[in-house]
């Protein structure tokens, strides 16, 4: 009769394990730090060795056609985790808003918010009202900590945007490890760490975000080995570059083998994407033009991909346009949370499911802000002097609109022939023009974004 017990009592728990697993799924979301969309095999890279996320996507639904919700670190990460636009929350770049010269800015900017504002929701707040359990791992970039944004474990969290990528880290919230211990590995082992502490009747939420691979440029010189007479991309340190994603992938597929063996892939929703686009000087992303801290595509093209098995079909999708802003609202809709919420982004998952192609949603960018250039004559920017000067950029279908406040210029492109944005055919498409425009004034108008319009009088006209 014991005996009879113990095993009743052993398939009892089987069964609440299992019921528990499938009724609440674990979630991460791997966010890596100015990854290009093409620095990845899946996403057709040649340059980078990335096996184990290439055979991670082969296995999840990649979005060909994925973006950042900004094109800059501190105003993406904000978007994610909010749902909401860049005018909703205010966060718009790294310290303050008057990027460059003054005399090369026309326009006195709109004021940058370093922080963000505690009351507005995450997706950690979604979920530990939930039940789950919230872990923030890496780098925040948004405010002193996440413990003040719905998270209740956090580890290399506070308003650091970049450090030493060996040990001694110069990092207060990164304790220093080994002399010379590699931070990649650090923030993988403190994520595995976290993950064999969880209770299998709690679910968890863990937002993994990676210093990686953001300067300075820093690598082992065990992987740098692996690149060196190879020729590559960018005008610099490509060995370094490429050994620092190599390390990336090994320590992501160290993460996948840690959930196999914990039997917890199968229930765990995993989310992969960029922060923003590459920088266009280490690995330009042709044929899109420029990269981070520009709203032309390099900037904001995004590697995607959302993996769960047996519940997500893998496949490919090359249509639908999706961006950092549907995370939430496609988390909220799976753990079926209908409370009311203000969110700019959509649920991905009936589209996820096959049921909705999401053929007419429209994407947003604003950004009324200065961004100084990395190098004025390798940016491929629209002028040599900023990556990005006050403007807003439209989407839809495969239109692309941007607007400058300064002069007031329209830029109207069509991607399906003109990826690389390099040909204006605002006055070849008035019908379109005018359409877009109305389009872009609505998102303005509904996201109550402020436009720069005071001028500066320390300008210098013709610099």
Partial sequence: MKTLNILFLFILCCITRSYAQQATPNIIVILVDDLGYKDVGFMGGHYYRTPHLDSLAKESLVYEQAYAAASNCAPSRASLLTGLQTSRHGIYTVGSSERGKTEDRKLIPIKN???????????????????????????????????????????????????????????????????????????????????????????????LSYYAVHTPLEAPDSLQNHYKGIKGTGERDYPVYAAMIESLDLNIGKLVDKLKQQGLLENTILWFCSDNGGINTISPQQPLRAGKGSYFEGGVRIPFF?????????????????????????????????????????????????????????????????????????????????????????????????????????????????????????????????KMKSELKKKVLDTHAKIPRQLNPNYKDGL
């Avoid at 990092?171 to 590699?182: L, R, T, V, W």
């Avoid at 007419?360 to 250039?373: C, M, N, Q, T």
């Fill in 306 to 434: 959302i993996h769960w098995p047996k519940q997500i079909q893998p496949g490919r999708d090359s249509s639908t346009l999706v961006s950092h802003l549907d995370l939430l609202p496609t988390i909220k809709e799976i753990v079926k949370d209908k409370s009311p919420q203000l969110l700019d982004g959509e649920s991905l998952w009936s589209n996820i499911r096959g049921e909705d192609v999401l053929q007419d949603r429209v994407l947003f960018w604003h950004f009324p802000i200065y961004l100084e250039a990395y190098n004025p004559s390798k940016d491929d920017g629209r002028d040599p002097k900023f990556r990005t000067r006050p403007g807003s950029t439209i989407r839809v279908k495969n239109w692309k609109l941007h607007h400058y406040y300064e002069d007031d210029v329209y830029l109207l492109y069509n991607l399906s022939s003109d990826i690389g944005e390099r040909i204006n055919i605002a006055s070849e498409f008035p019908d379109i023009l005018k």
């Fill in 113 to 207: 918010n370093t922080t963000l504002d505690s009351n507005l929701p995450t997706i950690a707040t979604l979920l530990s009202k939930k039940g789950y359990q919230t872990a923030a791992i890496g780098k925040w970039h948004l405010s002193d900590s996440p413990l003040n944004h719905g998270f209740s474990f956090s580890f290399g969290g506070d308003h650091s945007g970049h450090n030493k990528h060996f040990s001694p880290y110069k990092n207060k919230a990164i304790p220093d490890g080994k002399p010379d211990e590699y931070l990649t590995d650090r923030i993988t082992n403190e994520a595995i760490d976290y993950i064999g502490q969880q209770k299998e009747t709690s679910p968890f939420f863990l937002y």
